[in-house]
DNA sequence: AAACCGTGGAC
DNA sequence: TGTCCAAGGTT
């Protein structure tokens, strides 16, 4: 029925992308570890650095954590670059450098799930497989009329039954490429450009003209907004004495894994007289609060934060091993996440534009 | 099942 | 301006 429709439709209509026509498993593989809740404007970019920088599984095995984590800076779920790190490893141990071609094998390498196995399997190895992403849901949602919400167990499971039935054997990777098209560029989440739409005469949630309710989701969670605040804290290292900040590594599970900050912690209220007995407990750091720097609003998905942060004197040495002092030339080096780049950024400007004045100030004289 | 995990663009 | 949400996965 429409699935042949959808391939002629895609032939036309299909959208040039770096990744496409690679043939090559491994740039498959990148572009949907990438792709996941991001946007295709937002991937080729780093798609393309990416690719030149480590154009094999080989070459990804043997980077290391750090400059694998700043080629990601930016892209957001730090952990996708993690694992995509760690199954390059297990794939040059396991699997000789190639990617295995079952769905089965490709579920058990870290990052990859149920949606990305498929994916692989179908568009790189020709296999017939079925997927279902967030534009696929839509599309299926819309063309069937789903009414039980489509984010809920039973949802997905009919969402998935239906993306088998409908898969035309042989074209399963034109096929799942041409849904997702179609939901990027047509079934859109919002108003949908169903006049141009090739499925239009089968689609029952636009013969009813509910296409703008479908897919029901559940409702979300509020989210809750946190105070914290950071310690920039200035020194000299080396010789000639070069300017310095001290950052610490967060551990490599949860919020901004593996990536470096400033240290902080959340408060409640009055950040300023906080600060000291947060460091204090956090990564036994002595502090003085010396001036507040900027202020900095954010939003994650989860929860929104303003982050206060304060230039500060160390009072007393640490030993705490997450932390580091790194020249001010170097911190890009370092990866972070939008907020402490953001902290970064202006320092270096600050500190910068102070030592250029001093040093022309000792020219005149 | 529900919470967690980033960022930027569109409206 | 706040809200939604985008080629999901892990715990």
Aim: glycine content about 6%.
């Amino acid at each position: 029925m429409f699935p042949s429709l959808l391939l002629r439709w895609y032939k036309k209509h299909a959208r040039t992308l770096p990744w496409r026509g690679h043939h090559d498993a491994y740039a498959v593989w990148v572009s949907e570890i990438m792709l996941q809740q991001t946007r295709v404007e937002a991937v080729i970019p780093y798609f393309e650095r990416w690719m030149d920088r480590f154009p094999s599984v080989r070459a990804l095995a043997e980077a290391s954590e750090q400059d694998v984590l700043n080629l990601w800076e930016g892209l957001g779920y730090y952990s996708r670059a993690r694992n995509l790190h760690k199954a390059a490893r297990v794939i040059m141990d396991e699997f000789g450098g190639q990617l295995p071609r079952s769905v089965e094998a490709l579920r058990k390498l870290p990052g990859i799930g149920r949606y990305t196995a498929a994916a692989i399997a179908s568009m790189a190895f020709g296999l017939d497989e079925p997927t279902l992403d967030g534009n696929i849901r839509r599309v299926y949602a819309r063309i069937f009329n789903v009414d039980v919400p489509a984010d809920s167990t039973a949802g997905e499971k009919l969402l998935w039954q239906i993306a088998a039935e409908n898969l035309p054997r042989g074209k399963a990777g034109d096929y799942n490429q041409a849904l997702m098209d179609l939901g990027a560029m047509v079934c859109l989440p919002k108003n949908p450009r169903c006049e141009s739409c090739p499925l239009k005469i089968h689609c029952t949630a636009f013969q009813l003209g509910v296409q703008e309710s479908r897919p029901i989701l559940k409702p979300k969670a509020e989210i809750p907004h946190h105070i914290n605040a950071a310690a920039i804290l200035v020194g000299r290292i080396g010789n000639p004495p070069i300017h310095a900040v001290l950052l610490n590594q967060r551990p490599s599970r949860g919020l901004l894994g593996g990536m470096w900050e400033f240290p902080s912690g959340q408060i409640q209220i009055a950040p300023a007289k906080s600060l000291p007995k947060i460091l204090k407990e956090s990564y036994s750091l002595n502090i003085r609060v010396s001036e507040e720097l900027m202020v900095v609003h954010h939003a994650y998905t989860h929860f929104r934060v303003t982050v206060h942060a304060f230039r500060c004197e160390l009072l007393s040495k640490s030993k705490n091993e997450f932390l580091k002092w790194v020249k001010l030339s170097e911190l890009d080096d370092y990866p972070m996440g939008k907020v402490d780049r953001q902290i970064a950024q202006k320092i270096k400007h600050q500190l910068e534009s102070q030592s250029s004045t001093l040093g022309k100030s000792r020219v005149r004289k």
